[in-house]
């Protein structure tokens, strides 16, 4: 039995939960909507204020799937009502981020400022220059674009430079030592 398949999911009483005839659920909350498309052999009960999934049989496939569905499920109905958001630090001298409408510019040790335009259901914050906080209500288009902005410039082992998570730890490497 997948251990995490089994849990209910709690629905909190601002939110309204649809499934359709082709197993596409739409979540609607304070923030926000969104869907997502789910194995069609997967069923989905929702009672009260309570939504389980089953699975047709215990084939490694539906195993699987059972987790990852509730897992999706659970993370949209925390996103419509709370949102989710990562936070990243720029360190390194010279490294600075600067909103200018929707796009967040990046000066990271390049010849020329990098420009990225937010998308479509993120925002970004700069609460100062060397602190950028990405800020959504789909968990993984959130962690998708903190990863974008952190490839731009991985910290590095020596010095620990570069655009991290503020939770983040650095394995730090030794420098050169003379003879």
């Known amino acids: 039995m997948s251990r995490i398949g089994i849990k209910p999911i709690e629905l909190p ?3 309204q939960f649809n ?5 596409i659920v739409t979540v609607k909350g304070p923030k926000g909507e969104l869907t997502e498309a789910i194995d069609r052999n997967i069923k989905i009960n929702v009672e009260d204020n309570t939504v389980v999934l089953e699975r047709p049989n215990e084939s490694k496939k539906y195993k699987s799937l059972h987790g990852l569905y509730r897992s999706l499920i659970a993370n949209m109905v925390e996103g419509v009502v709370k949102g989710y958001e990562k936070k990243l630090v ?9 909103k200018q409408g929707n796009k967040l510019v990046l000066n990271l040790g390049h010849s020329h400022p ?4 937010d998308p479509e259901g993120i925002t970004t914050e700069t ?14 288009a959130v962690g998708n674009y903190a990863a974008k902005i952190r490839e731009l410039r991985k910290p590095e082992p020596y010095k ?17 030592t003379g003879s």
């Not at 390194?92 to 600067?98: D, F, H």
């Not at 620990?160 to 050169?176: H, L, P, S």
């Open 13 to 15: 009483n601002e939110v």
């Open 19 to 23: 499934v359709d005839e082709n197993n």
């Open 90 to 98: 720029l360190v390194g001298v010279g490294y600075r981020a600067t």
């Open 114 to 117: 990098v420009e990225m335009e």
């Open 127 to 140: 609460p100062s220059q060397t602190e950028i906080i990405v800020k959504g209500i789909n968990k993984q």
């Open 160 to 176: 620990g430079k570069g655009v991290k998570y503020v939770d983040e730890n650095i394995r730090r490497k030794e420098g050169k």
